[in-house]
């Protein structure tokens, strides 16, 4: 048995019969992230130094009866723009490179009210901002699928190292598809949950009104049972929602006769490579066998979504971003004679390209001069993205799209065309715009063996339904008995 291949259910259920030990899997974490880290590049900031004296804590509790939460002992990775008291938080990010967070994110406390060891800090695009994790400050992740190809992004850092056996699972933000489409680049399970449903108090903020925390595992089980410790009202976060506490994995039937599943149109048109609208036909089809109804549906919306996206993604990300001014947050440059000149060159120096296009385009769009004409309208064409999607739900009770138009690609192909790294997220961005809950699944794999990802939308706080559904979905195509990553360039 090799302990970084099981699932975060299978190593709990080690533990309470004893068949393993906390040591036991953090040291074979720790001797994977050696084996394996050099190759794959996925931790900002790895805490494998504290990890084992975490875990010999821990284990003490345990034996002495006093710890009852449900997931102590059980390794995770973070990602680095959520803030880990007296840890660095860099956002992957020249300004916030020496950043040690004097708090902790609500997410945090929870990760850690588990008893959970945390086994680092993971790598993402600067700010969260890219679909390649290439816009790093400090490193490329590589896909341990084909360390060649990018794991996507912004979680790419996340997203790889659970496919790579670095961590069982980890927590990923999704602003456009920033947890979805790594997941689906590296053949792991990503969801981000409903608006509302896990706080962001302690998430670095990129698109406020967009960002969501979620879950990046190997499984849809292990999905729902780090939903179940990160979900929930946060009074430190005016957008978290009061629900009721629920169970997730309560949801997982393995049963979806009579589920009605809408496939709208919009998402399989000109753009989306043949080999990823063929595997998901393919899986559309194990629907229907399964006793599902399957029906085509339209989103005409959808063709205007990413445009929408990257106005208010951007208008959020300037104002935002404004605190980073060398003097209240964030790097300061040596280089002054003015305090202009400590705003100007700390900004010029702290930040990389990509974010700086983000703030330059969100100021425009804030303008007064063009405010109606893009930022007004961006926000009325949100406004009829939400209803189409309300419209859809009246009808289905999940859609099935892609989750990203391609498989991963190359490292180096994309990073100097934004345009292009931008189509990545056409899949993804309206179910933020609208502020659904969406997994992405594995479907299987291209001709070059890269996985392909499958998206399930649901509607409102209906996290169980589209679990659910990736959970039958999971059980009868087992994609993880046949497919592993081989860390080969290819
Ligand atoms: N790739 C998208 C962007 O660059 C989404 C990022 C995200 O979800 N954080 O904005």
Request: hydrophobic fraction near 35%; proline fraction near 4%.
């Amino acid at each position: 048995m090799n302990i970084t291949d099981l699932t975060v259910y299978e190593l709990k259920e080690k533990l309470d019969k004893k068949e393993l030990t906390v040591k036991q899997i953090t040291q074979a974490y720790i001797d994977r992230i050696i084996e394996k880290e050099p190759d794959v590049n996925a931790f900002v900031t790895p805490l494998t130094d504290t990890a084992l004296e975490q875990a010999d804590k821990i284990q003490e509790k345990i034996d002495n009866g006093e710890i009852s939460a449900t997931y102590s002992g059980i390794p995770i990775g973070i990602k680095d723009n959520i803030c880990t008291k007296g840890v660095k938080t860099t956002c992957s990010s020249k300004m916030l490179e020496n950043f040690v967070a004097p708090y902790n994110a609500t997410v945090t406390e929870k990760i850690n009210a588990e008893g959970m060891i945390d086994l680092g800090k993971l790598n993402m695009d600067e700010f969260a901002m890219g679909a390649s994790t290439e816009y790093s400050a400090f490193k490329k992740t590589r896909n341990p699928w084909n360390l060649n190809k990018v794991p996507g992004g912004s979680s790419g850092g996340s997203a790889a190292a659970v496919a790579a056996g670095l961590v069982p699972w980890a927590l990923g933000s999704d602003t456009g598809g920033s947890i979805r489409q790594p997941a689906s680049f590296c053949g792991v399970v990503g969801l981000k949950p409903t608006y509302g449903l896990v706080s962001r108090y302690g998430l670095v903020a990129f698109a406020s009104s967009l960002d969501q925390i979620g879950p990046i595992t190997k499984d849809v089980r292990d999905s729902a049972m780090l939903l179940n410790v990160i979900a929930g009202h946060d009074e430190k976060d005016t957008t978290s929602i009061q629900t009721e506490k629920k169970d997730y994995t309560k949801a997982l039937k393995n049963d979806v006769k009579g589920l009605k599943i809408g496939v709208p149109k919009e998402y399989f048109g000109e753009g989306i490579n043949s080999e990823v609208k063929a595997a998901l036909e393919k899986a559309i089809d194990e629907y229907k066998a399964m006793g599902a109804t399957v029906e085509e549906c339209s989103i005409p919306i959808a063709d205007y979504a990413l445009a929408t996206y990257y106005i208010i993604a951007c208008a959020e990300a300037s104002s935002n971003l404004g605190r980073f001014d060398g003097i209240r947050y964030g790097y300061r440059t040596p280089n002054y004679e003015s305090l202009k000149d400590i705003f100007v060159n700390s900004r010029t120096e702290g930040f990389g390209a990509e974010v700086k296009r983000r703030i330059i385009l969100g100021t425009y769009v804030l303008s007064s001069g063009y405010y109606d004409a893009y930022y007004k309208k961006a926000q009325q064409v949100r406004t009829l993205v939400k209803k189409e999607f309300d419209k859809a739900f009246e009808k289905y009770d999940v859609l099935i799209t892609p989750t990203s138009p391609t498989v991963a690609f190359d490292i180096g192909v994309r990073s100097n065309n934004p345009l292009e790294m931008y189509l990545a997220d056409i899949c993804t961005v309206s179910v933020n715009i609208a502020g659904l809950p969406g997994i992405s699944i594995p479907c299987g794999v291209d001709s070059q063996g890269m996985p392909i990802g499958m998206q399930i939308i649901g509607k409102h706080f209906d996290e169980e339904t589209i679990l659910n559904a990736a959970y039958t979905y999971e059980q009868r195509v087992k994609f993880r008995d046949k497919y592993q990553p081989e860390f080969k360039n290819k």
